[in-house]
């Protein structure tokens, strides 16, 4: 059975938020990866498998490693997904700083 992974439920874990910021500058392999954590290889490995099928993830195989890549068209999703959010508090914070300019006079 084959399970459609959501991105949002992938990414609310820590593990994987920090897999994804040491492949966001270079792709590197599982066992690269699983070093720079305290956990065993095989939990490595499963965040790795989740963050694939979801495709924030993307694999790539050179001879015989294969290299994990952040997924950018993904991760735009993600971004396009926040951006109202960020808009709506952007704007509140530019409101309470006018009001607070006021006051300071």
């Known amino acids: 059975m084959n399970l459609r992974r959501d ?4 990414i609310a874990d820590p593990t994987r938020r920090a897999i994804l910021l040491l ?3 270079q792709a590197l392999t599982a066992g690269a990866i699983a070093a ?3 956990t065993a290889r095989p939990t490595v490995s499963k965040h790795l498998q989740i963050l694939t099928e979801c495709e924030l993830l993307k694999q790539e195989q ?6 994990y890549q952040l997924n ?3 991760m735009k999703e993600i971004a396009d997904f ?3 959010f960020r808009q709506l508090w952007d704007a ?3 409101k309470l700083e006018s009001i607070m300019k006021k006051y300071k006079k």
């Open 7 to 10: 991105v949002f439920q992938a």
């Open 23 to 25: 492949v966001a500058s």
């Open 36 to 38: 720079n954590f305290d």
């Open 62 to 67: 050179n001879g015989r490693e294969i290299y």
């Open 72 to 74: 950018p068209q993904k």
């Open 82 to 84: 926040l951006e109202p």
């Open 92 to 94: 509140r914070f530019n």
